[in-house]
């Protein structure tokens, strides 16, 4: 059985995306809404993309630090806590977003919408043994 690639797979990924208009058409996230969020490394400085699935609310997206149910928090969690301004390319278009970590009672509001759209979420909590961090990324203002 062959070595599991996890590059391959994201340039797959990206090149599906990016060929279907943002869609997923192939392989276990067919169907899924996903944006690359690209965050300034927290150590490196350089640009690090992340493909993570979302849920809209009131205009912005809404990501969720599960790691893919892993007991820490993704890395991508880190680069926005020192550098809140990324970049997201959702859909067609690519536009500039402000990241911000949600507070308890938002948290769980957010949770729970997330959950609802994406069922598969729900057992996250208890792999990862740990809260899920919900982050709204809001659409930098044009003009």
């Known amino acids: 059985m062959a070595e599991w690639d996890q590059e391959s797979y994201e340039k797959q990924l990206l090149e599906d995306m990016r060929a279907h208009d943002g869609q997923v058409t192939a392989g276990p996230l067919a169907g899924h809404p996903l944006l690359v969020m690209t965050s300034k490394g927290a150590k490196s400085g350089q640009p690090r993309q992340a493909i993570l ?8 997206y809404v990501v969720a630090g599960t790691a893919g149910g892993s007991p ?7 680069n926005i806590r020192n550098e809140p301004e990324v970049e997201i390319e959702a859909g067609n278009r690519t536009f500039k977003a402000r990241a911000r970590i949600v507070d308890e009672a938002e948290r769980e509001r957010l949770w729970q ?9 729900a057992e996250y909590p208890k792999t990862a ?3 899920i961090p919900m982050v ?8």
């Not at 820490?72 to 880190?78: A, E, M, Q, V, Y």
């Not at 709204?136 to 003009?143: D, F, H, K, V």
């Open 113 to 121: 919408q997330h959950v609802a759209r994406l069922p598969h979420f």
């Open 72 to 78: 820490k928090n993704p890395t991508w969690l880190t």
């Open 53 to 60: 699935t979302y849920s809209n609310d009131n205009g912005d």
């Open 136 to 143: 709204r990324l809001t659409p930098a203002q044009s003009g």
């Open 129 to 131: 043994n740990r809260v």
